[in-house]
């Protein structure tokens, strides 16, 4: 659900003919952030996770268990990063089945790349990097602190904070902060023929998991010396 939606948003902004086409970048905030929402719904009975990131920044606290039941341990936190994977690579699938007509009007390799997966504006690993680790870490610690709060409004301030992490932090990388979302599609485009793909971006396809792990196990630590 989250890959089909927040997928789905970017092919409708960037893909030829596409009634959304040239919507920009904050639609394309918005759409994320409202793919969140849906995931984190139909998530609840893992504890609504969507994001490995999320899943080692819990482990890092400390916790005792992904959600009520399921505790943390090796075969747990291995199913968990598996579903979402495979989660991710099914959404992908998906959003090319609605828009498969679009992407065959579409020349531009490079956005269609980018349905699928995330790029640098400024090709800089070392700060690209740095900025998935920041957008990750936020996510993760805000995630975290909100287990503090008496409200219950869970989905939707997740939905929330993803679009101003978008907004703020997204424009150097487009803002992967979760390495299931990038690898999975990445894969799928890899393995899946269609007209004018163009390269995968291996080079570059190990930012998106490695920034967005780091932060979220940072941001676990943190938030069990400071909660």
Do not use: C
């Not at 039941?69 to 090796?74: A, Q």
């Not at 968990?80 to 992407?103: C, D, E, S, T, W």
């Not at 065959?104 to 790349?113: F, P, R, S, V």
Request: charged letters at 10%; proline letters at 6%.
């Amino acid at each position: 659900m989250l890959i089909l939606l927040g997928g789905g948003v970017v092919a409708n902004v960037l893909l030829t003919k596409s009634k959304g086409f040239d919507g920009g970048w904050l639609l394309i905030n918005f759409g994320w952030g409202l793919a969140v929402f849906a995931g984190v719904y139909v998530s609840f009975a893992s504890g609504a996770h969507i994001n490995p990131a999320v899943t080692f920044g819990i482990w890092a606290s400390g916790s005792t268990e992904f959600a009520p039941g399921i505790p943390v341990d090796p075969a747990n936190f291995a199913t968990y990063i598996v579903a979402q994977m495979i989660g991710a690579m099914i959404g992908a699938v998906l959003v090319y089945v609605a828009y498969k007509r679009h992407f065959d009007e579409t020349d531009d390799a490079g956005a269609k790349l980018a349905i699928f997966s995330t790029g640098p504006a400024i090709r800089a690993y070392g700060w690209n990097l740095a900025t998935e680790f920041l957008g990750t870490f936020v996510l993760v610690f805000v995630v975290l602190s909100f287990g503090n709060w008496p409200g219950d409004i869970g989905p939707l301030a997740v939905a929330l904070l993803v679009v101003g992490i978008g907004a703020s932090l997204g424009g150097p990388t487009g803002y992967a902060i979760n390495p299931a979302r990038d690898l999975g599609p990445r894969i799928i485009h890899a393995i899946m023929p269609f007209k004018g793909k163009g390269s995968s971006d291996w080079s570059y396809a190990w930012v998106p998991v490695v920034g967005p792990i780091l932060g979220g196990i940072a941001a676990g630590l943190l938030s069990s010396a400071v909660y």
